[in-house]
């Protein structure tokens, strides 16, 4: 509740002035019951014309002026919750973008998602449904039960002693609701995690010819969805229902009791009448009541979902980084120092400040998440511009070693120097803006190719775009296709193959003409030929480049190769000097090249 | 009477996102116009299915109805003859009166729980039954479909929009009908008992359909226009979060917090005005409400006070006021609801109305057993017209023969595999599997000879078990750690934390990409097919690991027919034929030693892995 009221001081004024307006319109409503029973105590049985006109005009005018107010309280209610959801979503959204990798991955990203869309709309309509309506259903109820306590204490009594009695009842039922209804959503996310699953995996299942099996599973899942939302809507449907049988009741007992008044003349027609009126309105608001409460809860958990994130601290190495740029004086004069340098040295490529030479010393690493050590005492270093292929086995920790290098992940233990200067010390920004980083998932953007390419260096200019794709080996493929750069790429890049939408993201990392590049297994799809020619125009620009491959046809010319196993440096050294002493080594490359031509080599 | 608290307890309808590619206020025009009636039909026939309780259920509607007429009518009653005068209502005394005023109010409140409760059981099976038949009839869909759409569009109308018609048969369908019924039924009473006070309240009619009018002309397209940006923001979302790894890496956080910002306010601005005018209605018909509470109670007070109607008139007049204006709002709140859900429901049944992959023909026959000779002669297919990806490519597979594949990216290597599984059907020439043209086998008989190692690994949320017995379902435990210790995934289960238990979340996450690929492995071996596809199968599996299944795949392929894909020449060296596709075309064709003699692209390409290595020394 604080969040939103913090998020909602701005639109103060609007929200107050919507609230005001709220609470015109009531009073003009609550007046009602107890106008007629004016006109009819008053007027009617006096036969005074005067008095029926004076009320009947009072009538109107109240009606004009409640509708009058009543835009205005939309207007008002609109503009405070609209800009309280596009507030709170650009914080959760720029909250979320400041968060380190490590500490994104603690969420799920779908669970994100829903976060800064369901929970904000959520939000965002209760607080338009409060300004508007909800605030009003107590002071319906509270006012209607005051009112026929004035217009006559005794009938009123009735209503008084009722309405607390059904507000039990609603709650009762609403907790109990409550359960159910969470049960319902339970299986709607089953159900709606099975059609999530056949959707992604629609090929293998059609292959593995498990149609049968798959509408099997959905069918039992949508029938336990079935079953529990047929039993929690019986449960609520049974509310509405009750509250009109108590409040008939209740009516009843006013007509009974006014009658015996009115003839011994404690009470007048237009009196009973009047709270006869007011319980009717109460039922209304009773019911309504319940679905306030419902959706404040439902409203109360969002923000906690929202709160949680808002909330979230960034890793420790973020925090240094904050540090670090708090420190701002030294470290900004040692990128401009770096800058320097590095304009001196690469001859003006860009303007990366970052050289590229790269040294891990014993550097441990584990996932936040996990026990499971994944890197333990890795130690190598390699120069600006030099090329080191990474080989391991299947979970040997490659993907964990490079993800380390753009501080995606902070190590445990060591350290990593970044041209003999501590990660830590370097600015995150900075460092990033001079890699290239190409994950071995393929993550293309919706939007052109031109524009996905582009998407490494916004201001990139199209021949820089050109020849990234050139030295991506992905040129070629772009221009046959009939928009050529234009050509749009629909969610993940779906209409290209494996092979092309990898060369596409390798050409997004070269565009940024990156001090370091790192190739995370990201030439598996393509064939023999194509991988050699992309190596090879590699070599042509002078960049740091990791490069995690199975194939010793790309180790070859890396000037230093690491073989990890099981997150552990096993051998490391040019190719000859693993020739001789790896034996792993010299297995792989066995596997790979008949003996004869290896011994030939 | 809408129940408030079934309402609240509804999910909050998610946004529909939109989607993009059908902006074109063609295809807009057609989805509003043309298949309303046509969406309406085809719900009742769903709901069709439960005539009995349907009719039960309309039966209760009738009775509340008149029940809820009768109840402010009695008061009124009650009002002239027992409070204010000395009459009778049929001659009742006072007691029994209220004993049947008591009767009315009782069976109200019961019809109306019998109507919703039984409704909503109508309602859910009718709901349940749709999601069935959507979700086997996209299982039909030929694969094509699913590439052309957006799945997250596709996942928005399997589960927003049948969310959407859910909730709104629950409620929606009943009230909209007992509506109509008491508005007619208010509207007949009132002018029995006062034609004169029965014009004054219908004075706010036209002033409410004007109000209306005005309103719902202006929120249609702030709706519209809201969705969209709603769409795409949500759209932005998604992939920005999707792909933060990206956008980390590539220091790019500024950047999408801009382009963010910039959908973000255009979702304001949309929004703020849908909300403000689409909030004016509510206040509207509150308002015309209080105004013909006004006009009832004041002139209604002059004609009493001129004997033309009674106290009791007015307060029924007054009541009924109330209870005519109810159904009209209740009309317009669920008005717009019901335009959505039934748009929903257009576009659940659009999907439902697309094209099934070409039903097997009449004569298509289910074989027990095939041997797995494979030929194809002079087959030709294009994904879209016009356009040739594989033409005239003639071979002949005998039975347990392993066949590789080898070309350039987009040679057409995937292509062929999909022609002989029939998830495409060529356009020229003929393949046939044991003699037997495959389209005259059923396409599920025929996949079920064949199984799949694919490029892309796909994994189910479930345990790793469960996840190989996807290959064949009956499979025994045992059977299934014999299939993984095949494929080489034996050892690497079990230095899991939970091993064969390990529950897999969406996608596989928590496992590398590489025993991904295992874990498909040990799912083909275990369906025993006798046609196994390796599209790639070990691309992204390190050559240690390659080396050690290699004597597994060797096992599972000995005595199948095999068609291998892959990019490492050296991993089909062994395969008795290969075929070179370049450009959609068949190349070369003969075995390793055949095709280095012949000198031509393939030992080029074969070469090349040497050349290069000599280039390394």
Known sequence: MSLVFAFLKKYRAASLLALLMMVIELAVELAQPY?????IDDGIANSDLGVVWMWG????????????????????????????????????????????????????????????????????????MSLRFMTRVPLVVVGSVVMAMVVNFKLGLLLAL??????????????????MFKNVQKRLDKVNGVIQENLTGIRLIRVFVRMKHENGRFAASSGKLMKNTVSALRLTETTMPFIMLVMNAAIVAVLWFGRADIAAGGATVGEVVAVANYALRTIGALSAFSWIAVTFSRAGASAQRVKEVLDTQNGEFEQNRAYGQENGASAAAFAASRAERSHRAAGGTGNAVVEGAVEFRSVAFKYPTSDIKVLEDISFRIGAGKRVAIMGATGSGKSSLVQLIPHLYDRDKGEIRIDGRSIDEWDTNLLRRSIGYVPQ???????????????????????????????AQIHETVEKLPNGYETLLGQRGVNLSGGQKQRLSIARALVRRPAILILDDSTSALDLATESRLLEALEDISCTTFLITQKISSTRAADLILLLDEGRLIAGGTHDELMRTSELYRHIHESQYEQGEALHA | MPNALTEAFRQPRPPVIADPTKASGEYKKKKRAKNMSGTLVRIWKYLARRKLK?????????????????????????????????????????????????????????????????MIEIAQETVYRMRVDLFSHLHKLPIPFFGKRQQGELMSRVTNDMENVSGTLNSSAIQIFSSILILFGTLGVMLALSPLLTLLTFIVVPLMAIGMRWITRRTGPLFKERQSNLGDLNGYIEETLSGQRIIKAFSQEDRVKREFAQ?????????????TISGMIPKLMNSLNNLSFALVAGIGGILAINGQVTIGVIIVFVEYARQFTRPLNDLANQWNTLLSAIAGAERVFEIMDEEVENKDEGQASKLDKIEGAVKFEDVSFGYDEGQTTLSDISFEAKPGETIALVGPTGAGKTTLIQLLSRFYDASGGRITIDGREIGSIQRENLRSHMAFVLQDTFLFEGTIRENIRYGRLDATDEEIEEAAKLANAHSFIVRLQDGYDKILNNGGGGISQGQ???????????ADPAILVLDEATSSIDTVTEIKIQQGLQRLMKGRT??????????????????????????????????LALGGFYSGLYNGQGMQEEAGD
């Open chain 1, 35 to 39: 106008l007629i029973s004016k006109i």
């Open chain 1, 57 to 128: 005009g009072i009538l109107i005018v109240g009606a004009v002026f409640a509708f009058a107010a009543g835009i205005a309280s939309s207007f008002f209610a609109s503009f405070a919750s609209q800009g309280f959801a596009s507030d709170l979503r650009e914080t959760l959204y720029d909250k979320v973008q400041s968060f380190s990798y490590s500490v994104f991955s603690r969420f799920a990203t779908s669970s994100l998602i829903t976060r800064m869309t369901g929970d904000v709309t959520q939000l965002q309509d209760t607080i338009f």
């Open chain 1, 162 to 179: 009722t309405v607390p009695l059904l507000l039990v009842f609603v709650l009762w039922i609403m907790r109990r609701a409550g359960s």
């Open chain 1, 441 to 471: 998932e393929v993550l293309l953007f919706t939007g052109s190719i031109r524009e996905n390419i582009a998407w490494g260096r916004e201001e990139a200019s199209f021949e820089e775009i050109e020849e990234a794709a050139k030295i």
């Open chain 2, 54 to 118: 349907l009719g039960l259920v309309l039966f209760m509607v009738l009775i509340s109805s008149i029940l809820s007429l009768l109840g402010p009518y009695m008061i009124g009653v009650a009002v002239d003859d027992y409070l204010g005068g000395d009459g009778t209502f049929w001659g009742l005394g006072w007691g029994l009166f209220l004993v049947v005023l008591g009767a009315v109010y009782l069976l109200s409140p019961l019809t109306m729980f019998l109507q919703s409760i039984w």
């Open chain 2, 263 to 275: 959908r973000n306010e255009r979702i304001r601005l949309s929004g703020f005005w849908a909300q």
């Open chain 2, 516 to 526: 991904k690929q295992l874990l498909a492995i040990a799912r083909a071996m275990l």
């Open chain 2, 562 to 595: 095999s068609f291998v894909i892959a990019h490492r020449l050296n991993t089909i060296r062994q395969a008795d034929q290969i075929l070179v596709l370049k450009d959609g075309g068949l190349l070369e064709h003969g075995s390793h030693d055949e095709l």
